[in-house]
């Protein structure tokens, strides 16, 4: 099955009218093998500034899901709820180096979460760097540490709307 989003937001460069990125995450589990985003129109809609062609928000967002594709070994995730604006998924590395975490919050009320790690495949707990895209930011770092033995839960913060990609290598 294909299938092609079509953005019909109200323009400007908010990540809140990009559910498509939302929807891009939740075909992961779907039998949809091909999806296209696109703007017919030339509105300011889309991925890219008019003429000057200088990324949006929803085309760091569609970055980050790019990223998650870097880890492209599906990892079981628990906590979605569609329904709120909620989603996230997993993947880990072909050589098991790197594990990452997507996670978006499109219009829940929610913005503080708890992120607990189980079975991962490194002996030693991993370094955790967390980027984020929302208002004021594109994918920017904006947490880097070890875990501790103490500390084997990531606590973030992913107020509506914006979109974190944690990565995790040990």
Sequence with gaps: MNLLLHTSNSGGDSLCHEKQFLISLLLQDTTVTIANYYTGDTLDWGLFKGISGTPKKAFYAFKAFGKLLDTPQRVACTGSDEED???????LAADRKTAQILLTNFESKS???????????????????????DANKNLDSISKKRLTAANAVIEVD??????LLVRLTP
Excluded: Q
Aim: glycine share 8%; hydrophobic share 45%; aromatic share 8%.
């Design 111 to 133: 913005s503080r979460f708890r992120i607990e790690l189980h079975n991962l495949p490194w002996k030693d707990l991993p370094e955790v760097e967390i980027f984020t895209v």
């Design 158 to 163: 992913c107020p509506a709307p914006s979109v």
């Design 85 to 91: 604006g909620l989603v996230m998924g997993a993947g």
